[in-house]
């Protein structure tokens, strides 16, 4: 077994990444810098930067709190054994200057890549695609990912892919929490109304992450019966209004002829649910470990989703697929029995989220296999 491991993930800030809450993938990265961390044979890790200017790090990249260590590649490359990608994607001249130091490198892939490069081909995107010509010693994908994008990397990066555990703490929530009020003022408590606040956070930013379905879900649920449903925020929304296909949509729901259904800009979660949330109601389609919702479980908020891994672990209220009037019935059961039901559902709630601790002994043990394949002869 290799031992006294250095390892390096790849990290950058500036104008276009200056908030750790623009994307979940920094937060992925500090996550498996926690995870890298703590196996026994690494002797050390560190983010790899090339290039960033590290005097004028934006406050809300949370570096001084993460109390992580952070190189310049060109300083590390002759002590370096491997160099994971992460927020920093390796280019072939990249490529060169660690093979030429025998570095082992992994990619880390932490979005729905097949996905995200189907729908920039068909919207004819001038973004680059995912792959730049680089190969990797191995390729890293998380759970939900595999169905759609296995084959994908494998094929076209000419190496194998394995399934890593998800990771996630709640260090970026309680932060968060810390600034809107506090971690008890931004945990669920029952208002004692009838009648509840219904909120999707989901990005509408990709077809994985849209609140189509939730809209359609929440209509259904209020047509059923008004007087359960108090308001419903979509988040991620007010950018749509005006658009003709979401206008039409939304437009003709009884919910918003009512005043009930608003569309909403971008907030980030903690504050807003302490303030306008009892329910949060999520959509999924082939994501469905997602940040938001182990957020929302964390603050013990009745999630309504259709994450076939969190009904796995019988967590929140599940829907299946593009079920909305199962979504509806979900959600009103969320609304009637919730707070009747919520020790059960918190000691469910704690046990899920501690499996996907960066240190729980079995993501280690996984991790840590998956590295000692890297820099062995078989890799």
């Not at 937060?27 to 290039?51: D, R, S």
């Not at 994607?89 to 490198?105: A, C, G, Q, R, S």
């Not at 890593?164 to 208002?191: H, I, S």
């Not at 994450?307 to 979504?327: I, M, N, Q, R, T």
Request: aromatic share 12%; glycine share 6%; with cysteine.
């Amino acid at each position: 077994m290799a031992d006294g491991l250095r390892v390096g993930i790849t990290f950058y800030w500036g104008e276009c990444y200056s908030d750790m809450w623009s994307s979940g993938a920094g937060q992925n990265v500090y996550f498996l810098y926690k995870t890298i961390e703590a196996l026994p044979q690494v002797k050390e890790v560190y983010l790899v930067h090339n290039g960033c200017d590290v005097n004028n790090m934006p406050e809300r990249m949370y570096i001084k709190e993460m109390l992580v260590q952070i190189r310049e590649l060109k300083d590390v490359l002759d002590t370096t054994d491997v160099v994971i990608e992460g927020l920093l994607k390796i280019t072939p001249d990249v490529e060169e200057l660690l093979n030429n130091h025998h570095i082992k490198t992994v990619s880390y892939q932490m979005r729905q890549t097949y996905v995200a490069d189907m729908e920039k081909l068909v919207n004819n995107s001038p973004e680059d695609g995912t792959f730049n010509g680089v190969t990797y010693d191995a390729i890293w994908l998380l759970p939900h990912h595999m169905h759609t994008s296995h084959d994908y990397l494998e094929i076209m990066y000419r190496s194998k892919v394995s399934e890593v555990p998800m990771v996630w703490d709640p260090f970026f929530f309680d932060l968060a929490a810390e600034r809107q009020g506090g971690l008890d003022f931004c945990k669920y408590k029952n208002t004692g109304l009838r009648a509840k606040r219904v909120v999707c956070f989901d990005s509408n930013m990709t077809v994985v992450k849209t609140s189509i379905v939730p809209a359609l879900i929440a209509e259904e649920a209020y047509r059923e019966d008004p007087d359960l449903i108090r308001h419903i925020y979509l988040l991620n929304t007010v950018h749509l209004k005006d658009v003709p296909s979401f206008k039409d949509y939304v437009g003709y729901m009884r919910s918003v002829a009512n005043n009930t259904l608003t569309v909403e800009g971008r907030f980030i979660a903690p504050g807003f649910m302490a303030n306008y949330a009892d329910v949060v109601l999520a959509f999924q389609m082939e994501n469905g470990l997602n940040y938001s919702y182990f957020e929302s479980l964390y603050a013990d908020y009745p999630l309504v989703h259709n994450s076939p891994f969190l009904h796995e672990a019988d967590v929140g209220y599940y829907y299946h697929d593009f079920d909305a009037y199962d979504g509806a019935h979900q959600l009103l059961s969320a609304i009637k029995y919730y707070d009747q039901d919520i020790a059960e559902h918190k000691k469910r709630n704690k046990a899920y989220l501690a499996k996907l601790a960066p240190t729980h002994k079995a993501n280690v043990k996984a991790y840590g296999r998956l590295l000692e394949k890297v820099v062995s002869e078989e890799a």
